[in-house]
């Protein structure tokens, strides 16, 4: 099981950099877009360091990045004005949907050979997996 899933997330790191060439961004790039267009509000730049697990400072260059490429923009926080909420501009979302259509329908073919049962527990295990990887990526920076 181990050996399956080390060659699945080889496999998914080797499709995000094929998708990140295809749209001809950063794959850290399009990581962050996707996680932002995951996200039901706009977020701040530390909120995106912490998603990506970037520093402060390498996300807001990445947001000066996408915004200089027209995919996200800044808008003041209502909330506190000294502070910018990003958010994927409406040509990101087309660019990236577009991009998945393709693969998004191949995605759908291989869960649709599994029932309701099968997909929640494939569901948890992702979930878990992708917790524990979030976890071990902690450990290892602050050991670094």
């Not at 923009?73 to 259509?101: I, K, S």
Request: charged fraction near 25%; include cysteine; proline fraction near 4%.
């Amino acid at each position: 099981m181990m050996d399956e899933s080390q060659r699945h997330y080889a496999a998914y790191v080797l499709f995000n950099q094929a998708m990140a060439d295809h749209l001809q961004i950063h794959s850290t790039d399009l990581q962050c877009m996707g996680l932002l267009g995951m996200e039901s509000r706009p977020v701040s730049t530390g909120e995106i360091a912490r998603l990506t697990g970037l520093t402060p400072g390498s996300a807001t260059r990445m947001v000066d990045r996408l915004e200089k490429a027209g995919l996200v923009v800044r808008q003041p926080d209502p909330a506190d004005r000294r502070r910018a909420l990003v958010t994927l501009t409406p040509l990101a979302r087309e660019r990236v949907g577009a991009a998945w259509d393709v693969p998004g329908k191949a995605f759908a073919e291989v869960l649709e050979k599994y029932d309701d049962a099968e997909l929640a527990v494939i569901a948890d295990y992702l979930h878990r997996a992708a917790e524990a990887g979030r976890a071990q990526a902690d450990r290892l920076t602050k050991e670094a």
